[in-house]
């Protein structure tokens, strides 16, 4: 069974999918559906660390991931994004060698846009090689904001 579960963030209205027992999709959407009134113990622990995360109390999120959907490719993107610390960004030609794939930048972006767990897998970490914030499903104001808490908060440590 899956649940959908509407999250009012300070930055914007985030949707997020659950099984029983995964986060399998994260994403900016742009209205409030409505919230079940049951849900599984991991819809609260997304909240939770959300919340956590914005407020600056959490810096790794420890959610269970179920990716349903992906290529091994975009998979192995995707994992080495959760490896960019918080607060710390990387360029797309930084992930492809990472990966083992110096050529596959643009694959990467590619692999990147599609990410379905944002913020938790953070793609938004990721920036173009000349240090410019290019791409983002969630809109680049939402990346540039979640880079800006990140860095607020990094100082603050």
């Known amino acids: 069974m899956k649940t959908t579960y509407y999250y009012n963030s300070p930055i914007g209205t985030i949707k997020f999918v659950c ?3 995964f986060l399998q ?3 900016f959407i742009d209205k409030m559906g409505k919230n079940p009134q049951k849900y599984p113990k991991i819809v609260s622990t997304c909240k939770d660390q959300l ?3 914005f407020t600056g109390k959490l810096q790794k999120f420890t959610i269970p991931l179920e990716f349903v959907k992906g290529t091994d ?9 959760q490896s960019i610390p918080y607060g710390e960004t990387r360029s797309y030609q930084d992930i492809a060698i990472q990966i083992g794939n110096p050529k596959a930048v ?5 692999a990147n846009n599609k990410n379905p767990i944002g913020i938790v897998v953070p793609c938004h970490r990721v920036i173009g090689k000349s240090g410019k914030l290019v791409g983002y ?4 104001d ?7 808490i990140e860095a607020d908060f990094t100082h603050h440590l």
């Not at 643009?106 to 590619?110: E, H, T």
């Not at 499903?137 to 680049?140: E, Q």
């Not at 939402?142 to 800006?148: A, I, R």
């Open 19 to 21: 099984s029983e027992s």
């Open 25 to 27: 999709e994260m994403q």
């Open 51 to 53: 919340y956590e995360y």
């Open 73 to 81: 490719f975009q998979r192995s993107v995707w994992k080495a994004l």
């Open 106 to 110: 643009r694959a990467v972006g590619g």
């Open 137 to 140: 499903a969630g809109g680049l």
């Open 142 to 148: 939402k990346k540039e904001m979640l880079l800006k």
